[in-house]
T-cell receptor, first 113, second 114 residues
Framework: DVKVTQSSRYLVKRTGEKVFLECVQDMDHENMFWYRQDPGLGLRLIYFSYDVKMKEKGDIPEGYSVSREKKERFSLILESASTNQTSMYLC????????????FGQGTRLTVV | AQSVTQPDIHITVSEGASLELRCNYS??????LFWYVQSPGQGLQLLLKYFSGDTLVQGIKGFEAEFKRSQSSFNLRKPSVHWSDAAEYFCAVLIKAAGNKLTFGGGTRVLVKP
């Protein structure tokens, strides 16, 4: 089974802190994604990566950056956390084939106080 | 820009009744289409997917979905719901020409009455 692991289930951070959310997948997938999930808004794509050191902005990249130094790891960085970044963050990975699906981690619920 | 619309935010259905969840997408080409389910406190689980071929797709847990190109729709159905189907359901679209970007709809929360 594909496993996508997010390092924390719950995080509480202070406004202005630099926050790192880590995601690791064990299936050698090329594509990895970071979403945030908010009630009524569904999942909104923050950033995605289709290869090591490659990244693409999603729909809401402002206030975030990402790092993909190794194929299995995709990190989301909040440079200076703000209260409006309180949310559920979901990581996903997907292979390169034409008929592959995305697999999701359990999510990290981040609260910025 | 591609977009995915799930018109119904909440649906309440009686146990044993049929269920249909709507999904519409806007994009010129035929995308890859997915339905995911998220039970309370759980991650997202794939119910079914459409890439090509037969437009009626069977998934897990007794769900099916039908792709209608003319309506740009991919509606999810289940003939008889169980209390365990109470969850949030997400439709998603992947456009390879857009760099494998996977876009989700806003979700539909399903409540099941006994």
């Amino acid at each position: 089974d594909v496993k996508v692991t997010q390092s924390s289930r719950y995080l509480v951070k202070r406004t202005g802190e630099k926050v790192f959310l880590e995601c690791v997948q064990d299936m050698d997938h090329e594509n990895m994604f970071w979403y945030r999930q908010d009630p009524g808004l569904g999942l909104r794509l923050i950033y995605f990566s289709y290869d090591v050191k490659m990244k693409e902005k999603g729909d809401i990249p402002e206030g975030y950056s990402v790092s993909r130094e190794k194929k299995e790891r995709f990190s989301l960085i909040l440079e200076s956390a703000s209260t409006n970044q309180t949310s559920m963050y979901l990581c996903a990975s997907r292979g390169q084939g034409t008929n592959t699906e995305a697999f999701f981690g359990q999510g990290t619920r981040l609260t910025v106080v | 820009a591609q977009s995915v619309t799930q018109p119904d935010i909440h649906i309440t259905v009686s146990e044993g009744a049929s269920l249909e969840l709507r999904c519409n997408y806007s994009y010129g080409a035929t995308p890859y289409l997915f339905w995911y389910v998220q039970s309370p406190g759980q991650g997202l689980q794939l119910l079914l997917k459409y890439f090509s071929g037969d437009t009626l797709v069977q998934g897990i847990k007794g769900f099916e979905a039908e792709f209608k190109r003319s309506q740009s729709s991919f509606n999810l159905r289940k003939p008889s719901v169980h209390w365990s189907d109470a969850a949030e359901y997400f439709c998603a679209v992947l456009i390879k020409a857009a760099g494998n970007k996977l876009t989700f709809g806003g979700g539909t929360r399903v409540l099941v009455k006994p």
